[in-house]
């Protein structure tokens, strides 16, 4: 229980954080969602 709440607590801060920065973060949550598929898409490619 206490670690459950302890861990709702972080993630409750961590979603905050995430909405408050939410314009600035997009572009670099963007990039890194780009790099990451690509990154999928280019390993999948060498198999």
Do not use: D, P, Q, W
Request: hydrophobic share 55%; aromatic share 10%; net charge positive.
């Amino acid at each position: 229980m206490i670690m459950a709440a302890g861990s709702n607590i972080i993630l409750e801060s961590g979603y905050t954080l995430i909405l408050g920065n939410h314009a600035r973060n997009r572009g670099i949550f963007l990039k890194l969602l780009g790099l990451g598929s690509a990154t999928l898409l280019f390993g999948f490619g060498m198999f």
